[in-house]
């Protein structure tokens, strides 16, 4: 990009101050936050409610580890301990984990990044913050009714049994949150193809963008499966049609065909928008353009599509034909053959790159590590033999947890750290905040890893009581557990703290590359004074030299 066509020059960094009006302070009032349409602070109203929604699942994930400190059912009687994992996962998968990324950052960055002023639908997508948290409220409800003991995935007939509880109240609150996902996907996705400035065409996009786009398809091809599987339960509860209870002639089979159709690609709708972070992370602080950019942005895709075909690898034991499984178990390979592209592409990145270590590159880091462990027991279970020794045991939940908190909630910190300075002008603690991504590394490791000799072992989760020779390793689980919430209380204390205490950030204090980081910080409403025009690819560092250099002569 030459430089008349850059729309904010880069400051000098140590003169840099916060512009007088930016989306933050135009209007204060709570009408204006409750009625806007402007993405970036539907953004921040998406952080705060994951955020309060987090802690919940975080109480409930407390209430679990301290409930196995000991072999016996000494804190939690069996039923009540059945409904404080349920409701933990649900919390977590559809008021946390699925939003987290694509609503927060995607929500404030995509129509910085292509040259927008905004995303296609802005009221569509203040609708959907609406649609979250009204989704939230009934499965609030739903606990403070009494919970759900059936576990996260609903399994029938289990939930489909009228002595059950509020089944029918937290599915409506995830069938309403469903809604806010597709219209969040259907937003990316015009918005991506319609809204893209001049001269930036798709392989001048960030590989932040090709990730998005990706998930927003998952969103909203898969979205709408759950939505009919969930109604057909609260028709079966409410008025006894046959479609999943084997005494009503129903067909519990069929449940899990529907449920996992959907559950496996949300498992790609939050990991894919975390690898998009990790990308613009990793390329920022070793200084290079992503080694492979094209097969990064279509292994993206090809993961999307291959997410659509592997749902039955869920379904080993539960009387699928061996076929079936064969072909599914080959697919589960397949699918694995994009994601190590990543990992692959993200190291050769880094080789011979002026790497520095700042906070969001230890989140990233520690992404790496947490998500190909994740990624490799995930092979293991997609072999038939080995799926059937360690399918309903702590090796589940240790492999789970590893992808989507080690790798999902890594990859949310990572750039939540990389763009808080962009969203609020303002920089953080930095040697806090590398504390914070130590701890929260060795935390996860010391609660998860062990669940892995468990579920060998032969531990089954949702069990309240154990056998007393797995004791030792559930104390360093649940020991763990504590280091861990230490790593993630640590951001919610120093963040808001930075709001108003910490150093102003300057426009680009990372000296990154993307359109985002040539406009103010914070940024303005409309983002944009004038529309820019891309003539370069993305990640190019030695278009950024020389942009800096022309503009430190200029204001010498």
């Known amino acids: 990009m030459s430089s008349t066509n850059t729309i904010v020059q880069l400051p000098d ?13 135009q209007e204060h009032t709570l009408k204006s936050w409750l009625l806007t349409g402007d993405h970036k602070r539907i953004a921040m109203l998406y952080l705060f409610s994951i955020t309060f929604f987090f802690f919940i699942g975080g109480a409930f994930a407390s209430l679990i580890r301290l409930q196995l400190l000991t072999p016996g059912s000494d804190l939690l009687a069996p039923d009540t301990y059945n409904k404080v994992f349920s409701m933990h996962g649900i919390v977590m998968i559809f008021l946390f984990l699925v939003p987290s990324v694509p609503a927060t950052l995607g929500n404030f960055l995509i129509p910085i990044m292509i040259g927008a002023k905004d995303l296609a639908f802005p009221k569509i997508n203040l609708l959907s913050w609406y649609l979250f948290i009204a989704g939230g409220l009934f499965i609030l409800a739903a606990m403070i009714l009494g919970g759900v003991d059936t576990g996260w995935t609903f399994t029938t007939p289990l939930s489909t049994h009228y002595l059950n509880t509020h089944v029918v109240t937290a599915a409506l609150g995830i069938f309403i949150a469903g809604f806010a996902s597709i219209l969040t996907g259907l937003n990316f996705i015009v918005t991506i193809h319609r809204m893209r400035a001049p001269g930036m065409t798709w392989f001048r996009l960030p590989l932040f963008v090709w990730g998005h786009y990706a998930a927003s398809i998952l969103m909203v091809l898969g979205t709408p499966v759950l939505a009919i599987t969930l109604v057909l339960v609260a028709l079966e509860r409410t008025i006894g049609i046959g479609v999943f209870d084997p005494t009503k002639g129903g067909d519990p089979l069929l449940f899990q065909h ?31 353009r992503v080694f492979g950019y094209t097969a990064v942005a279509f292994s993206s895709v090809a993961i999307a ?14 009387g699928i034909s061996n076929y079936s499984a064969l072909v599914f178990s080959l697919l589960t390979m397949l699918v694995a053959v994009p994601s190590a592209i990543k990992i692959f592409n993200w190291a050769a990145t880094l080789y011979k790159g002026s790497i520095t270590f700042e906070t969001p590159m230890l989140y990233a880091f520690g992404f790496l590590g947490l998500f190909t462990i994740g990624g490799l027991t995930g092979v293991f279970l997609g072999s038939m033999g080995m799926d059937v020794h360690l399918t309903e045991t702590y090796f589940i939940v240790a492999h789970f947890h590893f992808v989507m908190v080690g790798g999902m909630l890594m ?33 996860f490791i010391f609660t998860f890893f062990p669940q892995f000799v468990l579920g060998y072992l032969g531990m089954p989760r949702r069990y309240a009581s154990y056998p007393p020779e797995f004791q030792v390793l559930n104390v360093l689980s649940t020991a763990g557990a504590s280091i861990l919430a230490v790593g993630y209380l640590l951001p919610m204390l120093y963040m808001p703290w930075s709001l108003k205490y910490g150093k102003i950030a300057g426009n680009n204090p990372w000296q990154a590359t993307g359109l985002e980081w040539q406009i103010t910080s914070p940024p303005l409403t ?31």
Do not use: C
């Open 258 to 288: 529907l449920f996992w159709f959907y559950s496996h690609p949300a498992v790609y709708i939050m990991i894919l928008p975390g690898m998009a972070v990790i990308s613009e992370v990793i390329s920022t602080f070793s200084r290079k």
């Open 305 to 318: 599509i291959f997410g659509f075909f592997v749902w039955a690898h869920h379904m080993f034991i539960m």
């Open 526 to 556: 409309e983002n944009f004074v004038e529309t820019p025009i891309v003539d370069h690819e993305a990640y190019d560092y030695e278009w950024l030299a020389n942009q800096t250099e022309h503009e430190v002569k200029t204001v010498g």
């Open 411 to 443: 990859a949310y910190l990572a750039g939540l750290h990389f763009w808080w300075p962009k969203m609020t002008g303002r920089m953080y603690p930095e040697s806090i905040s590398k504390l914070a991504a130590v701890v929260t590394f060795i935390g």
């Open 13 to 25: 960094q140590s003169t840099a101050q916060l512009p007088r009006k930016h989306y933050l302070n």
